[in-house]
């Protein structure tokens, strides 16, 4: 019976005009698509977590690849979820264009259009492309700083974008000067929580113990646009104040050119005593080390077991 069942499949595969898609991305029409509704973020921070997972956000060029979209989501319970699509007009007002310079269709069947309003309107200086339930999933512009889900298209033409393939890592880590890292920025997570967020992973909370590495990660942040976000990674001094060690047990590196600083120059981190035990890169300080609340909630890095 079983052998039945697999010939089956193995048919209904073979004679499919479905794309093959990688878990956890769906077919959906001539697409591969990742409905990302763990996650409510931003704009930049949902491109950096299709980027992680081998794609992009979905690009809706066409009426038909439109429907299918808004179909699915009706069809298979996503109704109520709202999402990023790939689309901007961050460069030129007015000017819609996707990640890879393709432009975006305007006008029927795709924006929300109303006797007293027509999408996009840059209502509030709004630069980035949203579905959402309110406006029935047509097309709205919004603030690029709104939270949505992200919407990922599986990555079949890499060329189009100028962002470090995650080549040897998992999804979603991305390789980073010979290191596999997860930038979790769905998670706003105290210390110890962001370390199981990570375990989840087959991760840890990710050190840093080479320069080079903290470079790697500032300069991703950068690319990524998402140098406004603070992660937590694997360092504390809970067992022994001012003893600062990793997961691991091995010690942290101290000073410069690892820890910044607080308030002023003369503040170097770790400067917070017994109130202050974990270890965390400061998008208000650079990115540098610092020593923080482990109650502060952050994004967890995460770094692959085993490396
Ligand atoms: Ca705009
Ligand atoms: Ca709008
Ligand atoms: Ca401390």
Redesign the pocket.
């Known amino acids: 019976m079983w052998q039945t069942v697999i010939t089956l499949c193995l048919l209904a595969n073979l004679s499919g005009v479905r794309a093959t898609c990688t878990y956890p991305y769906v077919a959906v029409g001539e697409k591969c698509l990742f409905f990302a509704t763990m996650a409510d973020i931003q704009y930049s921070e949902a491109r950096q977590m299709c980027h992680s997972m081998g794609g992009e956000l979905a690009a809706v060029l066409t009426a038909t690849q439109f429907k299918d979209i808004v179909y699915y989501i009706y069809d298979y319970g996503y109704s109520g979820q709202h999402f990023w699509l790939d689309g901007t007009d961050s460069a030129v007002e007015g000017q819609w264009q996707t990640s890879a310079g393709l432009p975006l269709p305007m006008g029927t069947p795709f924006w929300a259009t109303t006797y007293g309003n027509i999408?996009?309107?840059?209502?509030?200086n709004?630069d980035c492309l949203e579905i959402h339930p309110a406006r029935n999933y047509y097309m709205?512009?919004?603030t690029c700083d709104a939270i949505n889900s992200p919407l990922c298209e599986e990555d079949v033409v890499s060329s189009s974008r100028n962002v470090t393939a995650p080549t040897s890592c998992p999804r979603p880590y991305v390789e980073l000067a010979g290191l596999c890292l997860a930038f979790i920025t769905w998670a706003d997570q105290g210390w110890a929580e962001a370390r199981q967020t990570c375990h989840g992973l087959s991760g840890e909370l990710a050190a840093l113990t080479d320069i080079e590495q903290l470079r790697a990660v500032y300069l991703y942040l950068h690319q990524e646009s998402i140098a406004f976000d603070s992660f937590w990674l694997g360092g504390s001094d809970i067992e022994q104040e001012g003893s600062w060690k990793w997961t691991d047990g091995e010690p942290v590196i101290m000073g410069t050119p690892f820890w910044g600083f607080k308030e002023n120059i003369n503040s170097q981190q770790p400067q917070g005593g017994t109130a202050e035990n974990c270890l965390y890169l400061d998008a208000q300080a650079g990115h540098y080390f610092s020593d923080g609340d482990c109650e502060l909630l952050l994004n967890p890095l995460c770094m692959l077991e085993g490396q």
Not at 119 to 124: H, W
């Open positions: 999408e996009p309107n840059n209502k509030e709004e709205n512009d919004i």
